[in-house]
């Protein structure tokens, strides 16, 4: 028989609804205190030190990146613990990725300026509002996110595949495929 999750961060990341009055709340909260702060070292460094960028970068999603990521900070994340980057990944500057729900970019993902990882939502239940529900994002390789995208939770990018620019995807994408538009629909396969 399984055993029940019952960890805060289990609960988060299987979708469970979290509520701020949740007993375990404040573990959940040092994490986000963290990336508060540790994004905001981030975004002061002066310097084109990519090596530095990375080391930040590292201890805010709290594992090594490998040397081939190349951030251009600013770079803003809600909780950062929940990111999982590949090799040859490039993200661009003044990306968001709210990742309590878990983001994942396989190898050679390409993300655009501006983009939005969004995998917290609310309830729609007006009593649940100011509770959150996390659904994982995950960018199959060589996907390339297009500027001021916006992917929304539970949604996966297949492999290859393009969001076109300013687009918003509600729901998932397949390999090889260019969508584009509010919310995104195919325009052509690649």
């Given at each position: ?10 609960r ?14 404040p ?18 460094l002066i310097t ?9 970068f ?9 040397d081939?990521l ?5 770079f803003?994340?809600d ?5 999982v ?25 390409l ?5 939005n990882?969004?995998?917290t939502?609310?309830?729609?239940n ?6 959150t529900i996390s ?10 996110i ?9 949604v996966?990018i ?17 390999d ?5 538009g509010?919310?995104a ?6």
């Amino acid at each position: 028989m399984n055993e029940p999750v019952t960890d805060i961060f289990q609960r988060d990341r299987s979708g469970d609804v979290i509520s701020l009055d949740d007993p375990e709340y404040p573990k959940l909260f040092r994490i986000i205190q963290k990336a508060i702060r540790t994004t905001a070292e981030l975004n002061s460094l002066i310097t084109d030190d990519l090596q530095e960028i990375r080391d930040v970068f590292s201890r805010l999603i709290g594992r090594k990146v490998d040397d081939s990521l190349f951030l251009i900070p600013p770079f803003y994340t809600d909780f950062g613990e929940n990111i999982v980057v590949g090799k040859n990944v490039f993200v661009n500057h003044a990306c968001t990725f709210m990742d309590r729900g878990g983001i994942t970019l396989d190898d050679e993902v390409l993300i655009g300026p501006k983009v939005n990882l969004i995998t917290t939502n609310h309830p729609i239940n007006p009593s649940q509002r100011r509770a959150t529900i996390s659904k994982p994002i995950v960018i199959k390789r060589k996907a390339w996110i297009g500027v001021g995208s916006t992917i929304l939770p539970g949604v996966t990018i297949g492999e290859n595949s393009i969001v076109a620019a300013g687009s918003v995807v509600t729901k998932d994408v397949p390999d090889n495929v260019i969508v584009g538009g509010i919310p995104a629909k195919i325009i052509k396969s690649i």
